[in-house]
């Protein structure tokens, strides 16, 4: 018994000492909401990339700004949907009065979204949908559809490749929705509009930019008249960008993609890449908790084809969609005035 | 030795170093499939190849010394993450160039340090340990870098991984000063015997005066400080460095050291074994690529080889009747 | 050697315990009926494979390919429901078997040409997903019927249906393990293979049960997992080697093999996810969380060894 009092002392202090040093988040007491502050849950796919960072950061400036926004932003280190769920239910629990997350797979993290709205929580997601009617979500905030980033996609590629290139994909995960998405759009408008465009391969490198820089390697050599790569996540871009730089290819081979200027900052500013096409996360994380302090208090409902969010305006409200903006691109010129 | 004459040269060879000479025809094998695809065997693309698996070749020497004294270690590649952080962060400070190398292996050791101590001391099996420190590690990486990746690296640090010794790529040389180094000191120092010793059997080993405590407290620590230089090499070929590098990095590496024949249950193998294992992980991928086989069905290929090693490994052994 | 295994069981409780009373001090949300059930809910699919895990750990074994089987054992029965049009429910069953034959095939190569089973079950957790996401091509099953959903979101009398089913399962295994001569054996295996080998015991016939078994639990969990999130993707069940190890080491078996039981892994499994529970409801980050569940696993083991050095004295 002195060993399990041993286990026990020690134990009960670590976690102690650790919560004490971790109480970063908590700000006032979860329980004790003294002033009325609405409590707003924001959840990334997952923590640790560039992108989801910009995100907490507009996040954290909307809070800022509206005053009365409580915003707790959390969520797993790694993008699976069921290290997402536990804290849905947290969340749940604690009776937060919004939750807004980018879900990691739609039909997966419905049924806790639903019981979270059946306990009267308000449910928004953003960057990535969850099913809607069996999640029972209010709103979409949209960085920009899947049909206007694909098309933009393939439009960049078009005019710096040649209409009749051999291209390559590199994507993240094989069961990314996102990316999935995007290729399919690709691929639609490319049968389109550019049929004379080839598609010659498509890697998933997961979310390693090692790998994706390896991929491309190989991906040159295999194909060596590919004319341009496709790095569609903000990992894959600058992995496939360094491999083409570090062949020699700079300027020779186009690479487009999706990413965070951050990321890609040196490969335009050398020419590997023209142009980075992205839509603003620090902004959308600001939409996003100006949509859901605007659900909670009823500024924003359904019907509504416009949407006042702080600095950014007038956006687009399409159904239950609430539109960013088109997609932007960043370029040369316009790079150095963006820090995420 | 009961006959009268000695065998012949060829079959003691082959009883040495039976493993490692399967793995590297395994090799060859493999290479001439992949190279029947125009490009593969082009000197470009088997250097590209070399210096892809040069952050694994390293790696896995470390894991060859701490599998060899019966050991595992399944958080490497989280201690990969915090070791190529700490090199990004060094290398953006501005420091000299053997600093840039120094302070990762210091943080490497560090963390092989403090798992030996739990293993060698506390006598926590070490798959347990490096388990729990894999979480640790893995989470305290995130925490502390608040997720940001590492950007902007000077080109002095960039020049390691990109850079050239007398015509041969950097990471090149540094892999193979550093199977060098291993398979001298496991063939021919005290310390290299008394490691398969303890991984052999650990209780004779303490009977014959070995600290064995010692040996494995050593071995994971030159594992770790070798987990940092991997990931420095690793780290310095990309433009930005990623706080979450390094995911499935150990099992990578396990499968290189097993692949190249070294026994899991310690007291058997060497490195050039496992730098072979290495090298034959990295041509499977590239290869694949090459023979466009699907990318659905990629990974299974790999899987599937290894096994293949594994098992022709094991009836071999079988066969010579262990 | 009874008595150690029951004191670690008792010292597992008192920590339990005292890490609810904890959790609880940390945030009143804890101790809520709603929360603790939902946490052992999250639980149930990974405690369904570390009942196996336990069986295997004692003999001296482990088994890292139990998520691929369950990525691969999803995915066969999605695709036999939805592209073979079979009944959902013989779809499952064909699942069972899937994860059974995986199971099998590890045992195989393990007894019969005697493979170390760390090395196959690496290889074997790389091979399996590998066919799961070819076999696949990387799609995702949907809309399940809703009768099927309500196996992992349902509830009878109040309690999830997965819940039911782990606790029966639970009961079983530990009958199964201490109760019967097949569980004797499985502690003799691990224990001391030679000697058991010698008393008659057909060791290898008893290992490529426990494979089977743990493939079979695997499926099993796939299934619930299914119906839980209403998806099959052939990334599934990635990283539930991992958790389903702890809660076993955790729990008090020996990874030397020997002794265990499945009570302790389900109360270590159990003590991991109201862990994070708790830290969850107060704000805890989850890097910090994976922090201390590491930490957690390393100091609890660590002062296990330590007492019984101290015994030996």
Redesign the interface.
């Known amino acids: 018994m002195r060993t399990a009092a041993i286990c026990v002392i020690i134990v009960v202090a670590m976690l102690s000492l650790f919560t004490a040093c971790s109480r970063k988040q908590a700000g006032p007491s979860a329980a004790k909401n003294v002033e009325k502050k609405l409590v707003v849950a924001v959840m990334p796919k997952l923590k640790g990339i560039d992108y989801f960072n910009a995100v907490e950061r507009g996040a954290k400036e909307a809070a800022q700004e509206l005053g009365n926004v409580e915003l707790t932003y959390d969520g797993p280190i790694e993008g699976k949907v069921d290290l997402q769920i536990p804290f849905i239910e947290s969340w749940t629990l604690q009776k937060v009065d919004v939750i807004a997350v980018a879900c990691n797979d739609p039909d997966a993290i419905a049924p806790a979204l639903k019981r979270a709205r059946e306990k009267g929580v308000r449910v928004i997601t953003y960057d990535a949908d969850a099913n809607a009617e069996k999640s029972g979500r209010e709103f979409f905030v949209n960085q920009a559809t899947f049909e206007d980033i694909g098309r933009a996609l393939v439009d960049e590629m078009a005019a710096q490749a040649g209409e009749d290139a051999k291209v390559a994909i590199v994507s993240s995960s094989p069961t990314a929705p996102n990316q999935n998405a995007w290729i399919a759009v690709m691929k639609r408008y490319m049968a389109e509009r550019y049929p004379k465009m080839q598609i010659v391969t498509i890697q998933y490198p997961e979310e390693d930019q090692g790998r994706a820089f390896s991929m491309t390697q190989d991906i040159l050599k295999t194909y060596p008249d590919v004319k341009g790569i496709f790095g569609i996540s903000s990992v894959a871009f600058p992995g496939a960008a360094d491999a083409v730089r570090q062949a020699g290819k700079s300027g020779k081979i186009a690479v487009v993609g999706l990413s965070t200027p951050k990321s890609m900052r040196e490969f335009v500013k050398d020419g590997t890449v023209k142009t980075v096409i992205l839509w603003n996360p620090v902004d959308l994380g600001y939409l996003t908790v100006y949509v859901a302090k605007a659900v909670l208090d009823g500024t924003l409902q359904r019907g509504a084809t416009e949407f006042e969010a702080g600095r950014l305006g007038k956006v687009k409200v399409q159904g239950d969609q609430v539109l960013l903006g088109a997609p932007m691109k960043f370029t040369a010129e316009n790079i150095d005035q963006y820090d995420f | 030795m009961t006959s009268k004459q000695s065998p012949p040269l060829r079959l003691t060879i082959w009883r040495q170093y039976g493993r490692e000479m399967s793995v590297g025809v395994f090799l060859l094998l493999l290479l001439g499939y992949f190279g029947s695809t125009p490009g593969f065997l082009r000197a470009e693309n088997l250097r590209d190849i070399l210096i892809n698996a040069a952050p694994l070749v390293i790696a896995a020497c470390g894991m060859t010394m701490v599998i060899v004294a019966g050991m595992i270690d399944i958080s490497a590649g989280s201690a990969l993450a915090v070791c190529a952080v700490v090199a990004g962060i060094t290398a953006k400070a501005g420091a000299p160039l053997p600093l840039m190398l120094l302070l990762p292996m210091l943080t490497g050791a560090a963390i092989g340090a403090v798992n030996g101590w739990l293993v060698a001391w506390l006598r926590v099996p070490a798959i347990i340990v490096t388990l729990g420190m894999m979480s640790v590690l893995r989470g305290g990486i995130i925490w502390w870098t608040r997720g940001e990746w590492i950007g902007n690296l000077p080109p002095s640090f960039s020049a390691i991984g990109r850079g050239e010794v007398v015509g041969v790529p950097t990471p090149v040389v540094i892999a193979l000063g550093v199977v060098l180094f291993v398979a001298l000191l496991l063939a021919r120092t005290p310390f290299g015997r008394h490691i398969y010793a303890v991984g052999g059997n650990p209780v004779a080993a303490a009977r014959m005066g070995i600290s064995v405590r010692r040996v494995l407290w050593l071995v994971f620590m030159l594992h770790g400080m070798l987990l940092g230089l991997s990931a420095v090499v690793y780290a310095s070929r990309f433009s930005v460095i990623q706080s979450n590098a390094g995911i499935g990095f150990e099992l990578l590496a396990i499968s290189a050291v097993v692949v190249g024949g070294v026994n899991i249950f310690g007291g058997q193998g060497t490195v050039w074994g496992s730098a072979l294992g290495a090298l034959l992980l990295q041509v499977i991928g590239t290869g694949l690529i090459f023979r466009r086989v699907s990318e659905y069905w990629a990974p299974s290929v790999q899987g599937a080889l290894v096994l293949l090693a594994v098992v022709t490994d094991a009836l071999r052994t079988r066969r010579a009747g262990q | 050697m009874r008595r150690l295994v029951k004191?670690r069981e008792?010292?597992l409780v008192?920590?339990l315990v005292?890490?609810m009373a904890?959790m609880q001090w940390?945030?009143?949300?804890f101790l809520?009926a709603?929360?603790l059930i939902?946490v052992v809910r999250?639980s149930a699919e990974i405690g369904l494979i570390a009942l196996a895990m336990t069986l295997v750990i004692i003999t001296a074994g482990?088994d890292l390919s139990v998520g691929s089987i369950v990525g691969l054992s999803i995915m066969v029965m999605g695709m036999l429901w939805a592209d073979a049009g079979l009944p959902l429910f013989l779809a499952a069953l064909l699942a069972l078997l899937t994860g059974t034959i995986l199971g099998g095939f590890n045992g195989i190569?393990i007894t019969l040409?005697?493979?170390?089973p760390?090395?196959?079950t690496?290889?074997?957790?790389?091979?399996?997903?590998?066919?799961a996401?070819?076999m696949?091509?990387?799609r995702?099953i949907?809309n399940f019927p809703e009768q099927f959903?309500q196996l992992g979101?349902g509830y009878v009398l109040g309690i999830p249906v997965q819940v039911w089913i782990l606790a029966i399962a639970a009961l079983l295994f530990h009958v199964a393990l201490t109760r019967t001569g097949w569980g004797r054996s499985v502690f003799s295996v691990g224990a001391n293979e030679a000697a058991a080998r010698l008393s008659g015991v057909p060791v290898s016939w008893v290992k490529l049960q426990v494979y089977m078994l743990s493939g079979f639990m695997s499926a099993l969990a796939a299934v619930i997992y299914a119906a839980?999130?209403?998806?099959a993707?052939?990334?599934a069940g990635?990283?539930f080697e991992?958790t389903a190890?702890?809660a076993v080491?955790l729990g008090g078996t020996a990874?030397?093999g020997g002794e265990g039981g499945v009570l302790g892994s389900l109360v270590a499994l159990l003590m991991v996810g109201f862990?994070?529970?708790g830290?969850?409801?107060?704000?805890?980050?989850?890097?910090?969380?994976?922090?201390?569940?590491?930490?957690?696993?390393?100091?609890?083991?660590?002062?296990d060894?330590?007492?019984r050095?101290?015994e030996t004295r």
Do not use: C, Y
């Not at chain 3, 969850?280 to 083991?301: C, F, H, K, N, Y």
């Open positions: 004191r008792a010292v008192v920590l005292a890490e904890a940390l945030s009143p949300l809520t709603e929360n939902e999250q482990i190569l040409v005697g493979i170390p760390l090395i196959v690496l290889a074997t957790m790389a091979g399996f997903r590998g066919i996401l070819g696949s091509q990387a995702s949907r959903l979101q839980h999130v209403s998806v993707k052939p990334d990635l990283g991992l190890i702890t080491v990874i030397s862990l994070r529970s830290l969850t409801l107060a704000r805890v980050p989850s890097e910090a969380q994976d922090m201390m569940v590491g930490l957690l696993l390393i100091v609890v083991v660590a002062i060894r330590w007492s050095w101290v």
